[in-house]
């Protein structure tokens, strides 16, 4: 850990940018890899992603879907039998020219995302009706070649799930595309604490090739929002384009409807932006590498009891299933620790020393609490799960305020800048890419979504007065 004044964090409202970069190295989630982009994952930031793959991957099987692989490479010509992919990805794409010692007849595509080699695998697989649905879900990296990186958020290879189906009817893919936002938004909510939108992206934020795409959008702490995760609805463009047909129960031939979804990585920095505080990160205790940490305090002769009554806590604590952790290491005083597992964002902290073993108690300090209280030790083990579902209760509560004061509607233009200089700007929008571009131009925010639980409502633009198109508000805002 860094020492001296180079502990101090760069406050967020100094300059939120350096105090992420500066976070995220300190915290050792993860560390730049020797290729410009790329990120390696530390222990600590990929046991995050781990307790995150495991919420979701529970849920993706609990409704059917398998776990499947499928090929890095991908035949460049793939690509272009979807016009729109194609010329979406294209800026994007890392491609394998040379192997083996010699050019390739055909040059290769590493992945971006699947949809092309899975269609091609799709094709073969499904002759009849009784074949779909089909439903399949990978766990893999893609390589999307950035030109701005960032660490979690934009990186040139990261980690993501990406689902792929198949269905017999538009009415099935579609209630497919929404069961897949709802894994998202169930997960960002009740395991990432983050209150988020989920909605549908307007024509010109649709991923390339897609029907309709649906989104589930979050506020980080400056302002800004993130996407966190999407599902697409295919309609039969990707089944035209990779002849994924099938007999149905009339015997007529037809192409499959199809989905796409995926969440990343990116939903770490989701955590870390959306709670973290001048402190460092916060951490909900259903994604914590360590929900509670005991510190022993005590020296010379003091110092074996100590260590050993905290070493029997931490064995209570993770026979009732808490992730817990002593920190023994002598070399360290007991201030420098707080502050590492402060920086850290452990959800809660049990200091141990002889006065406290006189005493029979524990004192426990929370990452979001301001102060310390004293815990009878034969108590600490029995309420631990309810403090730590408080806390990820109030994590939520919090994010959902925040989210909640920084959401407001606007009725011009000018009214649109002040409110994306705090967070979303909700207003009503005629859908014309014109309206979209004015107003990138003038404040750089973009549309994030058409929310899904918002209110009917018809009227004017905010920004040319047309007809609004979507029977509801769009949201924009700055975006990462």
Not at 101 to 120: A, H, Q
Not at 429 to 449: S, Y
């Amino acid at each position: 850990m860094p020492r001296g004044d180079e502990k101090r964090l760069t406050p967020q409202d100094e300059d939120f940018s350096a105090w992420y970069n500066e976070l995220v190295l300190r915290a050792e989630l993860a560390d730049r890899g020797p290729v410009r982009g790329t990120m390696v994952m530390r222990p600590y930031g990929y046991r995050i992603w781990e307790l995150l793959q495991g919420e979701l991957d529970a849920r993706i099987k609990a409704t059917g879907h398998e776990n499947a692989y499928f090929p890095l490479f991908i035949p460049e010509s793939y690509l272009h039998r979807e016009a729109e992919h194609v010329e979406g990805f294209a800026p994007e794409l890392a491609v394998v020219t040379h192997a083996g010692g010699k050019d390739l007849e055909e040059r290769l595509v590493v992945r971006p995302t699947s949809e092309t080699v899975i269609g091609e695998m799709f094709a073969k697989w499904i002759e009849s009706h009784r074949d779909l649905p089909l439903l399949i879900n990978q766990w893999a990296n893609v390589v999307r070649w950035e030109l701005r990186p960032r660490l979690f958020l934009r990186t040139t290879e990261f980690l993501w799930q990406e689902g792929h189906t198949a269905h017999a009817t538009e009415a099935e893919a579609r209630a497919e595309t929404a069961t897949a936002l709802g894994f998202y938004s169930e997960v960002a909510r009740d395991v990432g604490a983050l209150a988020v939108v989920a909605g549908d992206k307007t024509a010109s934020e649709r991923f390339a090739g897609a029907v309709t795409t649906m989104t589930i959008e979050a506020l980080m702490r400056d302002g800004r929002a993130l996407q966190a995760a999407t599902s697409h609805f295919l309609g039969t463009n990707f089944a035209r384009a990779f002849d994924i047909t099938f007999t149905s129960e009339a015997g007529v031939l037809e192409h499959c409807q199809t989905t796409s979804w995926g969440m990343s990585t990116r939903m770490i920095g989701g955590l870390i932006m959306g709670h973290g505080d001048d402190k460092g990160l916060v951490l909900p205790p259903r994604l914590a590498p360590i929900q509670v940490v005991v510190v022993p305090i005590g020296r010379d002769a003091e110092r074996a009891e100590v260590v050993a009554r905290a070493e029997a806590l931490a064995g209570e604590l993770r026979a009732g299933g808490v992730r817990v952790r002593v920190d023994d290491r002598a070399h360290l005083s007991p201030g420098a620790k707080f502050n590492e597992w402060e920086q850290k964002g452990v959800p809660v902290r049990l200091e141990l020393g002889p006065r406290d073993l006189a005493a029979g108690v524990a004192t426990v300090a929370e990452r979001l609490g301001e102060g310390k209280v004293a815990v009878a030790l034969d108590e600490v083990v029995a309420t631990m799960p309810e403090r730590l579902a408080a806390f990820q209760q109030a994590l939520l509560a919090r994010s959902t305020a925040f989210l909640a004061d920084r959401t407001a509607p606007a009725a011009s233009l000018a009214e649109l800048a002040v409110a994306v200089g705090r967070g979303f700007a909700s207003i009503l929008h005629c859908g014309r890419v014109e309206c979209e571009d004015t107003v990138k131009e003038a404040t750089t925010a973009t549309p994030r979504c058409v929310p899904h639980d918002a209110p009917d409502e018809e009227g004017p633009c905010a920004i040319c007065g047309q007809p609004s198109a979507y029977g509801r508000r769009v949201l924009f805002a700055r975006a990462y």
